[in-house]
């Protein structure tokens, strides 16, 4: 798979202190090593299986490994050894195996289901305050900040108000628990300007990267 023709002046006009992770879902191993070029180093997995086979594949390069889909517990012995990010830290239950398994903290974003969809993972906004407190003492969950997905069909200004409102949420909780969570992990292809809008720290492209076959 190629490189998107018009990528390079796409990442040039992303500010340099936001952090690009490339979702690589459709992408096969040897492709991914073309994003060096453009200085993108983290790459971002959302299926367990994916991220073994292409960690293994790619274990001399430099990447640093991101897992951005839901980790299902009963496969997350496998992964969590592996990554150095995780973006979707969504239920007690894991950090608990992120405790017993890591070796050492594990960045982590707490996933929030902003809009309460039932088709999204993902801590509801009202329970965050409770959540982070069952985790705080965990000493090898290291939770960095907050994740978030607009809903689908959102115009361009709600997308800037949903992202906004994860933004004032981890202002308000670092207000409340004296934390300093300080990264935002919100948009993709379809809203990333959006998101550099509002003022994420972190955004996951997919799509947009490559030349996808029609």
Not at 107 to 128: I, R, T
């Amino acid at each position: 798979m190629e490189l998107a023709k018009d990528i390079e002046k796409k990442v040039r006009e992303i500010p340099e202190d936001i952090e690009i992770v490339a979702a690589t879902k459709y992408v096969e191993a040897e492709d991914m090593c073309k994003l060096f070029t453009l200085g993108i180093y983290s790459f971002g997995e959302n299926r367990e299986d994916a991220l073994l086979k292409k960690y293994d594949a790619l274990s001399k390069e430099p990447i640093r490994w991101h897992f951005i889909g839901h980790l299902q517990t009963n496969k997350a012995k496998k992964v969590l050894p592996k990554i150095e990010v995780l973006h979707s830290l969504d239920s007690l239950k894991l950090a608990k195996e992120i405790e017993k398994i890591r070796t050492t903290p594990l960045d982590c974003y707490v996933e929030v289901n902003m809009n309460k969809e039932a088709s999204k993972h993902g801590v509801l906004e009202e329970n965050c305050e409770s959540f982070l407190k069952e985790i705080l003492s965990y000493s090898k969950v290291h939770i960095i900040g907050l994740m978030m997905m607009t809903t689908k069909n959102s115009s361009y200004e709600e997308k800037v108000e949903q992202f906004q409102g994860l933004k004032k949420l981890m202002s308000n909780l670092n207000q409340k628990l004296n934390l300093k969570l300080h990264k935002l992990s919100m948009g993709m292809s379809d809203d990333y300007l959006a998101a550099i809008e509002a003022g994420t720290t972190t955004i996951r492209l997919g799509r947009m990267l490559w030349e996808i076959p029609k």
